[in-house]
């Protein structure tokens, strides 16, 4: 808890024995200056795991949900169906240990001093050597520069490590279940003109295989997943605002 903020973490994790567990009891660690908990709950959502990343993440404290539909979108919709009422403040972190579990308060720090969506920016912050392939740093920059023209804001990094108000989350009405669920939840909330804070993060090499960079399928799939959502966020926002005068005027013309 982070003045009086209920504070809950999301892990989506596949596949994740050699560094859940690590994630986890960082996370735990996190202390406040009167020595309260940072973190009042942790949720891993095992993604269809075949090796013991259910077991390990029980077993450091975290709780478990399950969801067999491999997506990194639909873990973290599952998680989020299983959050406290009391939760204030939502963080996400990736299960690979490639996200430095010790930088939450920052971002959590920033959602309380009232931004509506903290990121957790790589570029701004320290990319360990070979943590992120020439093609994710292509991917993700790409991706940056055309989010920074549709709507005109300073777009750095679309990193998964992110704190959001949990009612701003309930507001965006998140779909995607799979590769682009973090650029969908970007492009929604500079729709709506949120808050958004980017926070220097470090990116750490992972532990364990990469399920995007670590094959050519993965890269293609995260890539085109990516670039559909941005444009299919931004054309239903095109088209809701074309709409709404049409709405408006009927209405008026009723009156």
């Not at 993440?57 to 067999?68: C, S």
């Not at 490590?161 to 939840?185: C, H, N, P």
């Not at 399920?211 to 959502?229: C, D, E």
């Amino acid at each position: 808890m982070l003045r009086r903020h209920h504070i809950s973490a999301i892990i989506p994790a596949r596949n994740e024995e050699g560094a859940i567990g690590l994630v986890v009891a960082s996370l735990k660690q996190l202390r406040n200056a009167d020595s309260t908990a940072l973190i009042d709950d942790i949720i891993v959502c095992d993604n269809g795991s075949t090796d013991n990343t259910l077991h390990i993440a029980r077993l450091y404290g975290a709780r478990v949900v399950k969801q067999a539909i491999p997506g990194y979108g639909i873990a973290c919709l599952t998680a989020i169906a299983a959050l406290s009422a009391d939760t204030d403040i939502v963080l996400f972190v990736d299960g690979d240990h490639s996200c430095n579990p010790l930088q939450a308060h920052p971002l959590c720090q920033a959602v309380v001093d009232g931004a509506d969506l903290a990121i957790g920016s790589r570029k701004l912050g320290y990319i360990e050597v070979n943590a992120m392939s020439a093609a994710q740093r292509f991917g993700n920059a790409l991706a940056c520069w055309i989010l920074s023209r549709l709507y005109r804001r300073t777009v750095s990094d679309l990193g998964p490590y992110r704190a959001i108000s949990k009612a701003r989350l309930d507001a965006l009405q998140m779909r995607d279940r799979s590769f682009g669920w973090t650029v969908e939840m970007q492009a929604k909330a500079l729709e709506r003109r949120y808050n958004i804070k980017e926070i220097p993060v470090d990116c750490l090499r992972r532990i364990g295989v990469s399920k995007i960079s670590g094959t050519i399928s993965g890269v293609i799939g995260a890539g085109k997943g990516i670039l559909s959502t941005i444009f299919k966020v931004w054309w239903q926002h095109r088209r809701r605002a074309k709409a709404a005068p049409v709405a408006l005027g009927k209405s008026n013309s009723e009156a």
